[in-house]
T-cell receptor, first 114, second 113 residues
Framework: GAVVSQHPSRVICKSGTSVKIECRSL??????MFWYRQFPKKSLMLMAT?????????EQGVEKDKFLINHASLTLSTLTVTSAHPEDSSFYIC??????????FGPGTRLTVT | GQQLNQSPQSMFIQEGEDVSMNCTSS?????WLWYKQDPGEGPVLLIA?????ELTSNGRLTAQFGITRKDSFLNISASIPSDVGIYFC?????????????FGKGTKLTVNP
């Protein structure tokens, strides 16, 4: 089946620094990748949708300059949290989709900003 | 924006019991999906429903896509300890090539052996 990986699985960074999270589709080419954020005991909230080779589409209320998304290839999308603050601490989950099929979710990345 | 109302928020049951949870929406969706999420992991798809009225089973799981396309339920029969986790419903509405998912708030299931 389709497999999506995320790296790192956990990251701790200091306030003010930037951190990059990678999302890879391991055995298929993903035309679209999605980034979600999940707070403890809460649901998944879509942050942005990215199509390979084009700019990401951000959901209302998500700062595009703070959460930089790059989808440079059909198997890799990255989310960079810039100038991180403690309130950015969360569980970030990506999903990948090839044309006309469902989304396959990654295992998530736990970000802690100290 | 679109919202999904998922209930119950949590359930505590004995092993062997059946479980039922549901989602309702004020909006129509083309597809309903049910996911299970274990702690510290991403959601895993359990069942996907594509047609109004569709009833689909996956082992001990059964889910239905409501006729109005605004609701869905998931049943788990003869629960076992490994059924523990958080179950999410999600609605998908294809618009202009977008395949965005809207998630419910989740149902936390605890199964006592």
């Amino acid at each position: 089946g389709a497999v999506v990986s995320q790296h790192p699985s956990r990251v701790i960074c200091k306030s003010g620094t930037s951190v990059k999270i990678e999302c890879r589709s391991l055995d298929f080419q993903a035309t679209t990748m999605f980034w979600y954020r999940q707070f403890p005991k809460k649901s998944l909230m879509l942050m942005a949708t990215s199509n390979e080779g084009s700019k990401a589409t951000y959901e209302q209320g998500v700062e595009k300059d703070k959460f930089l998304i790059n989808h440079a290839s059909l198997t890799l999308s990255t989310l960079t949290v810039t100038s991180a603050h403690p309130e950015d601490s969360s569980f970030y989950i990506c999903s990948a989709r090839r044309a006309e099929t469902r989304q396959y979710f990654g295992p998530g990345t736990r970000l802690t900003v100290t | 924006g679109q919202q999904l109302n998922q209930s119950p928020q949590s359930m505590f049951i004995q092993e062997g019991e059946d479980v039922s949870m549901n989602c309702t929406s004020s909006s129509i969706f083309n597809t309903w999906l049910w996911y299970k999420q274990d702690p510290g992991e991403g959601p895993v798809l359990l069942i996907a429903l594509y047609k109004a009225g569709e009833l689909t089973s996956n082992g001990r799981l059964t889910a239905q896509f409501g006729i109005t396309r605004k609701d869905s339920f998931l049943n788990i029969s003869a629960s076992i300890p490994s059924d523990v986790g958080i179950y999410f419903c999600a609605g998908q509405l294809s618009q202009g090539g977008s395949e965005k998912l809207v998630f419910g708030k989740g149902t936390k299931l605890t199964v006592n052996p």
